[in-house]
């Protein structure tokens, strides 16, 4: 091989080393400036959700803990130890008004008619101008919107019997699967003393905000008229709130319970 293809060949080898180290030192650069991200950090690809339907979307799985009890947790969704000590004092006063709650059978469900007895769903017993149906569903779902002050007509319900996240949309098709429960059944109330109510009790049971929450529709459906013996949210972590509410509102109504139920509330009132 001659000199002159010798001298040649270093310069082109010397030429590529000079290209491949400006290219890893831009490179490098590029990605000191975010220009370049690496696989691993890319954002994901989003989707969009199919326009020109009212259907709602559902995530099945739970929210975290803590967020079915909303009014005593903080902004992560942790429990405080104020508010432990509250959940305390919220069971050891559903423990002493349910030892004072009278405990006999059930009387018969004959005559039970549910809007001749507890007035129309859903009635303004408060006056605020908003029936309660709606009234539960601003208190009970995030992110609404509303037509008006009252009427509304999206959100976000973290069912408190499951943990499941619904998003709500008011439709024919899609209002149904955001349903407001009775935490007392009505024919459960009028079967423990509301038959002795007057009407004007009796429709102020039905539309108490202590006895009603938003939730999923499967709950409410499985439920029924069901009490403490025979239903319980599938979400064990609200059960106790469950349990105070249903024994404040039968100590507010004056009503009993069965003795099933009173051992059901008991068990249940023992853990919390």
């Not at 080393?17 to 370049?36: E, Q, R, S």
């Not at 499967?218 to 105070?244: M, V």
């Not at 099933?260 to 509330?265: I, N």
């Amino acid at each position: 091989m001659t000199s002159r293809r010798r001298r040649t060949r270093t310069r082109t080898s010397l030429t590529s080393v000079l290209v491949v180290l400006a290219l890893a030192v831009g490179g490098y650069a590029l990605h000191t400036a975010g220009i370049i991200a690496p696989d691993a950090e890319a954002a994901p690809a989003t989707t969009s959700a199919p326009t020109g339907t009212d259907a709602p979307t559902i995530e099945t799985e739970p929210g975290a803990p803590g967020t079915t009890r909303a009014s005593r947790t903080d902004a992560t969704g942790a429990t405080t130890a104020t508010d432990a000590d509250a959940d305390a004092d919220a069971a050891a006063t559903a423990r002493a008004e349910l030892a004072a709650l009278p405990v006999k059978g059930k009387a018969p469900a004959t005559g039970y008619d549910r809007v001749g007895d507890f007035g129309t769903a859903w009635l303004d017993v408060d006056r605020n101008g908003c029936d309660t149906r709606n009234d539960v569903l601003a208190r009970d779902l995030s992110a609404t919107t509303r037509q008006g002050p009252c009427r509304v007509l999206t959100g976000t319900l973290v069912s408190p019997y499951t943990g499941a996240t619904i998003g709500f949309v008011r439709g024919e098709r899609t209002s149904t699967l955001v349903q407001i429960d009775h935490v007392v059944a009505l024919e459960n109330a009028w079967r423990t003393g509301a038959q002795q109510l007057s009407q004007r009790e009796r429709e102020s049971l039905a539309n108490d905000p202590a006895n009603l929450f938003a939730v999923d529709q499967h709950s409410n459906a499985q439920k029924r008229s069901g009490d403490a013996a025979t239903w319980l949210p599938a979400d064990k972590s609200f059960r106790c709130t469950y349990i105070e509410h249903q024994v404040a509102v039968k100590t507010k109504y004056r009503l009993w319970v069965a003795p099933a139920e009173h051992d059901a509330m008991a068990r249940i009132l023992r853990t919390c």
